[in-house]
């Protein structure tokens, strides 16, 4: 259930936006001023945020800047009563991902959350970096360091870790990664996905005999932790 953080200060707007979204299954957080806002992010960790323009003690925009710093991936749908184009811009420019303009439909602005929640699931997915232990993974550049050492890891190890660390703390079957990494492209078996976690373990773990992050779940598969 996606939580959706509400910062506004008309009451009547935000509480009509809180029906509606928790009539469509979302989990709904709400914040009265820029501060409020702010500090109920950190603390609530929301999958998306609707945020006016117009705020007492901190606007929008001051919001908009302080979410790109400390969480970047963070969707943010800015919401302006004005609509003028230079505002829009300047939202935009901060780091917000879309905006509407009030008054706005119910069912447009269902489309734009859906469309946002929808690309920052498959960016999640998709990691760009990632630190495990005192590994440090580039999956731009396919580099991996440990400390200072730099790690040979070889293509599909590094689509393994990618992988494991888009679903960091879940289980993960054999089949999964057969499936994810592979394709089924040469018919590889699960000793296949075994052969390169036991490589794996040698490059990224201290001990490789007693893993800390990439364990085994006896008859299911492999889950990545830390």
Not at 65 to 82: F, N
Not at 114 to 131: G, K, V, W
Request: contains cysteine.
């Amino acid at each position: 259930m996606p939580k959706i953080l509400i910062v506004d200060d008309e009451v009547d707007m935000a509480r009509g936006l809180q029906f509606n979204l928790e009539a469509r299954g979302f989990s709904v957080v709400v914040a009265r001023d820029g501060d409020e806002g702010y500090r109920v992010a950190l603390a609530e960790h929301p999958d998306l945020v609707l945020l006016d323009v117009m705020l007492p003690r901190r606007t929008g925009y001051d919001v908009c800047r302080a979410l790109r710093e400390t969480k970047p991936a963070l969707p943010i749908l800015m919401l302006t009563a004005r609509g003028q184009e230079d505002e829009v811009v300047l939202g935009l420019k901060l780091g917000a991902d879309d905006y509407v303009k009030k008054p706005f439909s119910v069912a447009e602005l269902m489309a734009r959350i859906e469309t946002l929640l929808r690309r920052a699931t498959a960016a999640a997915a998709r990691p760009d970096r990632a630190a495990i232990g005192g590994t440090v993974v580039d999956f731009v550049r396919n580099v991996a360091t440990r400390g200072d050492r730099p790690i040979d890891l070889t293509p599909k190890e590094f689509e393994m870790l990618r992988y494991f660390v888009a679903h960091r703390g879940a289980v993960v079957s054999r089949e999964a990664l057969l499936n994810a990494v592979w394709g089924y492209e040469s018919m590889p078996n699960t000793r296949t996905v075994d052969a390169h976690i036991v490589k794996l373990r040698q490059k990224i773990e201290a001990d490789p005999h007693a893993p800390q992050y990439l364990l085994t779940m006896h008859g299911i598969g492999y889950k990545l932790v830390g």
